[in-house]
């Protein structure tokens, strides 16, 4: 088969993930993070001359702070790379760094690029969420007086509440889906799966937020965060989280002539959104486009990676697209509800953990997903190679 224009990912690494505003990586710039973390990555391919990066393309939720002034040209030149290499920076809220793995891939498909780096940052702990620099427009925000066209500013916790009520989700399932990922998070962080891709960052080797000592009646007892009589809880949502990834997305022909072997090869991706108020479920119709338009079902997918953001929504967006939350293939080691959520980077986080558990399994194909604030979805089946 000919590869020209065939994206593929040659290697990928990535920080561990911290604990915001009172964890280990609170002290670190996330443009200086990220810098690192492409430093290393490309310190493993030296056949690559650095003059033949395409473009430095990164995913950031909130790119303002010290994640602003188009933070990817900042990580490229940071990073050592020549100052004829250029950089951008894009923002699809959660899945940005998947949005920028997505934009490299179609660079190369188009024939525009042979090598990019995609990144993903994001410093919940220097840079917050901006709600004290974002300007609502009333006609968008939920709070406003009158009549608005859509609840886009709507609280994410309070649209996990929806899910939950419209999908009929349970306080004892989400609270069970909860000590699943922290079980499975726990297991793959002792035998080693879940830091294969990562790159200590000082004395912090391994992601912080797990915990381990999580139990049903534990997890039962915490009250509800965002309505008094509501079931979402700080145990069955995801934390606030700092981390950086970078991933190199490559021509596969070009790969293989610098005597590269390949990870994965990128098969498709697909976007859709819903009802702001629904966000959750963002990912049905992704996971359904991108299926159909591969020609892959549910059944041939051997890995699932499900961004756990509450698992008020990971039950329903499960059931809905035909497999079982508690399926062994969905998120095996774990997510984001053990593992911590620094929006930018997680879109790479979970391509780490997709390809991890690919690897383990020796299996083939492997899909992404995610539900993304303001009523989207996102998603990406990949093949895995090496």
Not at 212 to 231: K, M, N
Not at 285 to 310: K, Q
Request: proline letters at 6%; hydrophobic letters at 45%.
């Amino acid at each position: 088969m000919d590869s020209t224009g065939q994206a593929v990912v040659v290697g990928i690494r990535r920080s561990p993930v911290g604990r915001a505003h009172k964890g280990s990586l609170v002290d670190v710039r996330p443009d200086d993070l990220a810098a690192g973390i492409v430093t290393t990555l490309l310190d493993e391919y030296p056949q690559l001359p650095r003059t033949a990066i395409d473009d430095v393309i990164c995913g950031c939720a909130f790119p303002w702070g010290e994640q602003g002034y188009n933070v990817g040209r900042n990580i490229g030149v940071l990073a050592g790379l020549p100052h004829s290499v250029p950089g951008q920076t894009i923002t699809r809220l959660c899945a940005s760094s998947l949005q920028a793995l997505r934009a490299a891939a179609h660079a190369i498909a188009l024939g525009e690029a042979r090598a990019v780096v995609a990144v993903g940052v994001e410093s919940v702990s220097r840079v917050g969420r901006g709600h004290e620099l974002a300007q609502l427009n009333p006609l968008l925000d939920p709070a406003a007086p009158g009549d608005t066209l859509g609840a886009v500013f709507l609280p994410m916790g309070l649209t996990a509440e929806n899910v939950a009520r419209q999908y009929g989700v349970t306080r004892a399932e989400m609270d069970r889906y909860a000590l699943r990922s922290q079980e499975l998070a726990a297991k793959a962080q002792a035998g080693g799966s879940l830091g294969r891709h990562v790159v200590p960052i000082g004395p912090l080797a391994a992601d912080e937020s797990l915990r381990p000592q999580s139990t049903l009646d534990g997890l039962a007892a915490l009250r509800p965060v965002f309505q008094e009589d509501g079931t979402v809880t700080a145990g069955n949502s995801c934390p606030l989280n700092d981390g950086a990834a970078a991933a190199l997305v490559m021509d596969e022909r070009y790969a293989r002539h610098l005597g590269f072997t390949p990870m994965a090869r990128i098969l498709g991706s697909a976007v859709s959104a819903v009802d702001p108020a629904l966000m959750g479920v963002g990912p049905i119709d992704a996971i359904r486009r991108v299926l159909d338009r591969t020609g892959i079902t549910m059944a041939d997918v051997d890995v699932l990676e499900l961004n756990e953001a509450f698992a008020a929504q990971v039950i329903p967006v499960c059931r809905e697209v035909g497999i079982d939350p508690f399926d062994d293939r969905c998120n095996p080691l774990g997510g984001a509800i053990a593992i911590g959520h620094p929006f930018g980077m997680t879109g790479l986080r979970m391509m780490s953990s997709l390809l991890t558990g690919l690897a383990d399994r020796d299996a083939t194909l492997g899909l992404e997903t995610m539900c993304v604030g303001g009523g989207q979805g996102q998603a990406m089946l990949v093949e895995r190679l090496a």
